[in-house]
Structures are given as C-alpha cells and as structure tokens.
C-alpha cells in the first residue's frame, strides 16, 4: 500500500495515512517539505520577524530624513541587511528545530516506520524550510521595494536593481539551512544552532582564509587552511547588498554559478546530513 | 474543620498582604523614578567636551573585516553619524558664539573626529560618494591634508566617478594649487558621462583660476550636484559671498569718488545714492545699498569703507 505523511492542516507528521497514486518519492518529499513550511508557518515567531522587519523598513524611511540625501541607499542598506540578517535567524533557530522536534515529540517513530526514507525526510524538510524563507524573503524584498517607492516619490531603478543581490541573500540562506540541519542531524539543538552561526561567520571569512594559506610557510598549515577554505560556503560571493544599494547589479553569469555553486553545496551538506542521519539510532 | 477554616483565612489574609505590600512598593517605586527623572532633568550635567569621547577606536580596515555583509549598513551609520557629529558641534558653538561661524575655517569647532568618520565611512563603503563631497567641503577649512587624502582615495576607488575629479579639483583651488585643479577638472572630463563643463572649468582653471567668475561656476556646478542640504547652504553662502565682494567693489570706487570730489568720506549713504543706484538694490528709506541676501551694508572707517552686516547671511568674515 503506497502511505505517506498526512498533509491535512492540523496535523502533524505522524499522521500519516494512504495518500492515492502518491508512490515517488518526489510525492513524499513534497509533502513533507508541504507540512514542514505550514508548522513554520503557523510558528508565530516567524509571523513577528516578518511584521517586525515591514516595521524596520517603514523605519528606515524616517531613518532616511537623517542622512543628508541619501534615503535611498540607507534604504536598500537596511532593508537588505535585514533581510539576511532575520533570514539568518530563521534559518538557524527554525532549522535546527526541525529534526529535533520530531524526536522530542516522538512522531519520528511514526514518519520512519512508513515507506519513507531518512534521506527524504531530511530533504522534504529541508526544501519546506526554503520555501518558508522564499516566501519570507519575497515578502521583505516587496516590502523595501515598496519602500523605495515611496522615499523616491514614483519610480526609481532601484526598484528592481535589488532583486539579484535578494537573490543571492536567499541562496546564502539556502545554504546556511543545508548547514543547520546537518548539525541538527547529530547534535543539540543549541549546539546546532552554535555551530551554524560559527559557518555563517566564518563563511564571510573564507576568503582571508585562502589569503592567509597562501602566506604559510609549512606545506601542512597551507593545506589545512586550503582545505578549510573550500571546505566552508563561500559567503563573501553572495554579499552584494552594498552594490545593490548603489545600483550595480551582478551579471547573468555570477547568478547562475552562485546558484549552481548554492546548489552543489547544499546537495553535498544533504547528503552528508543523511549518511549522519542514516546511522543514528532512535530506540 | 474550624482550624482548618482559619488556616486557610490566615493564608488568604497573608496572601492579600503579599499583594498589597508588591502594590506598593511598585508604586512607590514608580513615584520615586518619576520624581528622580525630574530631579535628572533639573540638574542637567555640565557638557564636557572630554577628549576621551571623541576618540574612535576602530580602525576602518578592521571595522571592514568585522561587519561582514553588513558594510554598507555600517557605512551608512558612519556616515549619518558623521553629519549629526558636525551639526551638533555648530550648534553648541552659535549657541556659545552669537556671532557668525567663519566658513573659511572651521577649526573652531574641534571637529577632530570627523576625519576619521570619513575614513571609516568611505573605507567601508568606496562607493559611497557623499562622505567624499561632505569632506571636500568641510575638511579644507581646518585640515586640507585629510581633504587631499580622502578625495585621492575615493579616486583610487573610483577612478570613472568624474564628481570625484570634480570635487578633488575644488580642494586644490581653495589651496591655491590652481594648476592642479586645472589638471584634475580637465581628468574628470575627459571621463564618460562627465558633463561638458568639467573640461570648461579645466581651461579657465588654467587661464584665470582666481578670478571671481571662475569661483563662481565652481560654487554653481558644486551647488547643482550636491543632493546635502548642509553642502548646498554652504555653497549658497559661498556664491553671495562672491556677489557681495563684486558690490562692494563697486561701492568703494563710489566711496572714493566722492571722497576725491568732497575732500572727505560721505557721512551717510544718501551722499553716494545716486552713483549706487544704477548698480544696486537700495534701502528706500536710507539709500543703504543691499547685499545679495537682502541685508543692507554698513558704513565702517568714519564712512570711507564698506563692509556686510554681522547680522547678514553674506559670510561676515
């Protein structure tokens, strides 16, 4: 009999039921990631850093009387960073309560005694927490446009000259999801959390770490430090809130190989999450 | 059942005093914020210009390192800081100082840290061109070093943003380095989408680089780019300076004409009206000829010199 994960709205992954001519596993990894962007959504928190960040940019407008004609930039600047920035909290705290919640509430018993993979489990959640942050970013992505409009007095091109730095800022969190939920796969929540707060910083410093390998010395530490360079996102790459601000947008080409860059890389976090995740024991 | 009875009454009456004592003292804690908020605001404390305020104590290459993808965000912050740190200091000094502040120099405004805000602001952000205008406009009436540096940098960074060249090229001509100005203004617009004039200026730089006209156009050209509501007082206060000095030319070959003729300096502007009239806008009532703001000049020297009301917008000095 083909059963997969309920996606009615008020229940929870262990309500699991015969779904009809739903036997892929594309089905079953969506309707995981379908209940996984509901439970974020009902998350009233999540709720609140939307509203909260409307209210930042409605802010920034005030903010921008102060700045000696320069409303527009403080604007995207703002508007941008905290997009990435809330983003960023999301990604962490939602993500690497998604395993553990599951484990905590007993309902991983249920989901994984169905025809369901742990590989799938963890991409299904993983693709509803992208989707939750899709949504999220669109809505504060309009909400500084909308601003912007508004600072301008009619239409500007900054309108949608930001629209590829918001690109790469949900890439960045895409990948920065991939990276919680393989800690949350192994650890605590809070040392989930810790750590994947460490990758996001370090990742904006990768780029010094390949500099500073290339001034070692010792074969061994330049390896080290090579080897941690590519080993860690690349964040500095998907950064383009400042030129964004100014106008510049990234060509057509830095978009796709950031995207197939975010890609690959979230792919390879996945699928070291699920070999981790494949060799733990829930009894 | 009778001791239980007034068990639980003891409990209850403990439990109403609890509340009311946590009421009252909530309340009397409250009273005591209010009146001390009063008391606050009643002594306020003495403003020290302490020297240990006005130090920053990030470099603007770490600050670059440590703001990660926020830069810009950071920039932004410098950069507002920047203008309120300049306008608090204007304020505190008209306060002190009724009379008008120099705009030729600055320096008695101890702004020492507006350098380094600059750097910081521009050194995270290179894009960002209005710090590099602000400086150009502030930072040679005290520091012109700091001016040459900021503006160079921003070049450096910038090398097609043709305001750059442009604001660079003033710098110099306010230090009298007229053959640099030339140089740069003549840069700047060889530069696509440099506006015509760049190249303009470039020459008469070259030609009369002193020359009234010439400071004429550079204010005007400096006044239609700048989107500063501070710059662009500053600059419009540049331009009637300009105007004043032309009028007051003419007034003192009017003041020399008539001592010449009389053997002595006229005792009120009615003497020189006549000759004034044709050139300039005077006061009906007094024939006092009227500066470009509006404000009538004043006789100094007994009557044989003109000069602008303190009180005028014209800067005084």
Known sequence: MNQTVSDTPNSNNADVRPVRGSNSTVSRIGTIARNAFREAVRDRVLYNLVLFVLLLTAGAIFLGELSGGQEAKIIVDLGLSSILLFGVFIAIFVGVGLVHKEIERRTIYAILSKPIGRGEFLLGKYLGLCL?????????????????????????????????????????????????????????????????????????????????????????????????????????????????????????????????????????????GTLVFNQRNFK | MTMQTDAIVIAKTAQRARTMGLASVLLLGAIGVVLLARWIDAHPQTPVIATAQEDLYVKP????????????????????????????????????????????????????????????????DPQFIAPYEFGAMILPTFN?????????????????????????????????????????????????????????????????????????????????????????????????????????????????????????????????????????RLEPNTGAPLDPAGTAYVLVKGGCEVDVDPRSQVPYR
């Open chain 2, 144 to 280: 012109n070093e700091e001016a040459i540096a900021l503006l160079t940098y921003g070049i450096e960074q910038n090398p097609k943003t043709w305001r750059l060249y442009q604001h660079l090229g003033y710098v110099y001509w306010q230090s009298g380095n007229y053959q640099k100005s030339a140089d740069l203004y003549s840069a700047g617009g060889r530069l696509p989408g440099a506006p015509s004039w760049m190249s303009e200026m470039g020459a008469r730089m070259t030609l009369e680089a002193g020359s009234r006209e010439a400071a004429r156009q550079m204010y005007q050209h400096l006044y239609q780019e700048s989107s500063d509501e501070f710059v662009k007082q500053m600059l419009l206060r540049r331009m009637l300076q300009v105007d004043s000095f032309e009028q007051r030319e003419i007034i003192r070959r009017a003041l020399k004409e008539y001592s010449t003729r009389n053997g002595k300096c006229p005792t009120s502007w009615k003497d020189i009206a006549g000759t004034l009239l044709p050139h300039l």
């Open chain 1, 132 to 272: 939750t942050l899709l949504v999220n970013v669109l809505v504060m992505g309009t909400g500084v446009s909308l601003a912007l409009l508004y600072v301008k007095r009619g239409w500007d091109p900054l309108v949608i000259r930001i629209w590829p730095a918001i690109l790469l800022i949900y890439l960045e969190l895409a990948i920065l999801t991939a990276v919680a939920l393989l800690f949350s796969s192994f650890s605590s929540p809070a040392l989930s959390a810790l750590l994947t707060f460490f990758v996001f910083i370090a990742g904006h410093f990768s780029a010094d770490l390949k500099t500073f390998a290339a001034s070692l010395g010792g074969t061994a530490a330049r390896w080290f430090f090579t080897g941690l360079y590519y080993l860690l996102p690349n964040f500095a790459n998907y950064s383009q809130i400042t030129p964004a601000a100014h106008g510049y947008a990234p060509g057509a080409t830095t978009l796709l190989v950031a995207l197939l860059y975010a890609t690959l890389y979230a792919g390879v976090v996945l699928a070291a």
């Open chain 2, 61 to 124: 290459g770490t600050a670059k390192s440590l703001t990660l993808a926020f830069n810009g965000l950071a920039a932004d912050w410098y950069w507002m800081r920047s203008l309120q740190y300049v306008g608090r200091k204007v304020l505190r000094y008209q306060d002190s100082n009724p009379g008008q502040l120099s705009l030729k120099d600055l320096s008695d405004l101890d702004l020492r840290i507006l350098p380094p805000l600059l750097r910081l602001s521009t050194t995270l």
